[in-house]
């Protein structure tokens, strides 16, 4: 009997600490900028077609592991307010036969409080590079909040950053893609 009841104790506890996956998929809702330097001006792009879904593993609201993410930025739905740059980005990015700038989650590095450092495997332009991103994960109950800022060369992605006006304007090299995105259950 004390056999028993110890097991069914035990049992309860383990069933307590069980870790829970769930799936998500991203919402409409969820926002991307690019954010770039010029010769002329700095400037900013708007994303307006992001997709994706995750797998995310978590101990009551903390994550502890991502089995699988994928967040899909459409190349030709970056929006500057200006039709030229915006062609000369679909161009840059060779938006015909890579429609997508892609980041696939490979691993979690860390998890401090709500600070979230992953590794995957990013695409720009058809080259992929292993890329560490960190940023705020917030388990909401029914949908998780992530915001990150990430820097990137486009010279390490094989890009040519872009020139106008016959070279005298000349695109920095360096972007950031700052972005917010919402998961919600499916």
């Given at each position: 009997?004390?056999?028993?009841?110890?097991?069914?104790?035990a049992l309860g506890v383990s069933l307590c600490t069980t870790l829970f996956a769930q799936d998500?998929?991203?919402?409409?809702?969820?926002?991307?900028?690019?954010?770039?330097?010029?010769?002329?001006?700095?400037?900013?792009?708007?994303?307006?077609?992001?997709?994706?879904?995750?797998?995310?593993?978590?101990?009551?609201?903390?994550?502890?592991?991502?089995?699988?993410?994928?967040?899909?930025?459409?190349?030709?739905?970056?929006?500057?307010?200006?039709?030229?740059?915006?062609?000369?980005?679909?161009?840059?990015?060779k938006s015909k036969s890579n429609p997508h700038i892609i980041y696939k989650v490979k691993s979690?590095?860390?998890?401090?409080?709500?600070?979230?450092?992953?590794?995957?495997?990013?695409?720009?332009?058809?080259?992929?590079?292993?890329?560490?991103?960190?940023?705020?994960?917030?388990?909401?109950?029914?949908?998780?909040?992530?915001?990150?800022?990430?820097?990137i060369d486009m010279t390490q992605f094989g890009i040519e950053p872009p020139t106008a006006m016959?070279?005298?304007?000349?695109?920095?090299?360096?972007?950031?893609?700052?972005?917010?995105?919402?998961?919600?259950?499916?």
């Amino acid at each position: 009997m004390k056999l028993t009841k110890t097991f069914f104790v035990a049992l309860g506890v383990s069933l307590c600490t069980t870790l829970f996956a769930q799936d998500y998929t991203v919402a409409k809702s969820s926002t991307a900028k690019i954010i770039g330097t010029s010769t002329l001006h700095d400037w900013e792009s708007d994303v307006e077609d992001i997709s994706g879904s995750a797998t995310l593993e978590f101990d009551g609201t903390t994550l502890k592991s991502i089995p699988s993410m994928e967040l899909k930025f459409a190349v030709e739905s970056i929006e500057s307010g200006k039709s030229k740059m915006n062609s000369i980005t679909y161009e840059t990015l060779k938006s015909k036969s890579n429609p997508h700038i892609i980041y696939k989650v490979k691993s979690v590095k860390s998890v401090e409080g709500d600070q979230v450092t992953v590794s995957g495997d990013l695409t720009i332009a058809g080259q992929t590079k292993t890329t560490d991103m960190t940023g705020k994960l917030v388990n909401k109950g029914s949908s998780v909040q992530i915001t990150a800022k990430k820097k990137i060369d486009m010279t390490q992605f094989g890009i040519e950053p872009p020139t106008a006006m016959l070279g005298t304007i000349v695109v920095g090299k360096d972007i950031d893609l700052d972005f917010n995105i919402t998961l919600t259950k499916k």
